[in-house]
């Protein structure tokens, strides 16, 4: 979608409570950019993560975790952790 059409708005209203929503962003810099924008509607992470004891608590807290692109696909473990968990949202 092209700047400026709203897909910052539509990720955090398609939020569900108590889900986390993994978002994937085009380029590195654009992730701490978005991450301060959802910081404003929920509990956010990016990498890195906290270490493998904080890791649960991630997991149970976050709303949204924001990535970018060339993290899909090393992000299986999280995505799946979440979704045994029945944390995974949109």
């Keep these: 979608m092209p700047t400026g059409s709203g897909k910052t708005t539509l990720i955090w209203t398609c939020q569900r409570l108590g889900t986390c929503s993994i ?8 992730v701490e950019q978005l991450k301060g924008i959802l910081q404003k509607h929920g ?18 807290t976050a709303d949204y975790i924001v990535l970018p692109y060339e993290d ?11 979704h045994d ?3 995974l949202g949109t």
């Excluded at 990498?47 to 149970?60: H, I, N, R, Y």
């Design 23 to 30: 978002v994937f962003s085009p380029f590195k810099y654009l």
């Design 43 to 60: 509990n956010v992470f990016s990498q890195p993560f906290p270490e493998d004891s904080g890791m649960f608590g991630m997991l149970a």
């Design 72 to 82: 899909g696909p090393t992000s299986t473990d999280l995505i799946k952790s979440l």
């Design 85 to 87: 968990i029945g944390r």
